[in-house]
């Protein structure tokens, strides 16, 4: 992510960098295709009116919160949110925390209070299905009119059917999800316009893929993450170096049956990444994770993977 880009939690006054921006609205789990409409929308808007540009977004996700439990397969938690923002080269990401008061609050606290109040936006831009406020009540409409009389511009994008990569029918955050719980990281990276990814920070595990000769970079991911239990290809970028590799994600049954890990083995490659921030982009999915009978069936299955990682990662 780069140094410039800005991320304001629950900010009172506008963010510093951040005056007077142009926002996208909306919750944009996964940043996907079909996101990209109101996100160009904003960022034409705002080099028209030579202001910043950001996302405007909310956590937790609604939906865990009207379930009142975790509910959904989180695509993007706030951190990968924010690094697929910066990549496509918003300036800053407002983070608003969603619970039910801010949910029963009549819509014009959200405009008055919020956007002309709290941020004080040059302009709004959201999606024509994007509602707000007790009842959901606040609609393209409304958010129009609030618009002109509190003094800022309003821009609403309807529904776009394709884009320069084809038609955009398929593409939602559910379908997302459903190709993730599929382990189809082929079709997910298709929907969403890049490949799926994840962050976290390198864990210390139990030292076995070193004794195996596979020492491995682990991850704990969200808890939220239903990605499907298997072996991946896929990328570890640390420090700003991209690195290919061999992913499992899942309880590895030959040993514990524990709690869901993401164990990356890196490629040649002999440093340390303990502690380090990291991210681990997926390129295709090899096989289910099973369990072994012996070790040395699981090293010679473990070759196998790698080598078929190293071939759907040549031309990467």
Known sequence: MAPSFIVARDPLTP?????GAVVAIGNFDGLHRGHRGVVARAQALAKKLGKPCALLTFEPHPADVFAGRPVIFRLTPPAAKAAQAARLGLDGMIVLSFNREFAAQPASVFTEGVLA??????AAVAGYDFRFGAGRAGDADFLRAEGARLGFS????DRITSDGEGSLDAVSSTATREALEKGDVALAQRLLGHPYFVRGVV?????????LGFPTANLALDPSNRLRHGIYAVTLEADGVVRKGVANFGRRPT???GPPLLEVFVFDFEGDLYGKDVEVAFYGFIRGEEKFDSVEALIAQMEDDSAKARGMLKSR
Request: glycine share 18%; net charge positive.
């Open 15 to 19: 963010p510093q960098g951040l005056e």
């Open 203 to 211: 864990r210390h595990g139990d030292k076995r893929g070193r004794l």
């Open 117 to 122: 109040g709290r941020l004080g936006v040059s």
């Open 154 to 157: 309003v821009e609403i994008v």
């Open 255 to 257: 040993f514990d049956n």
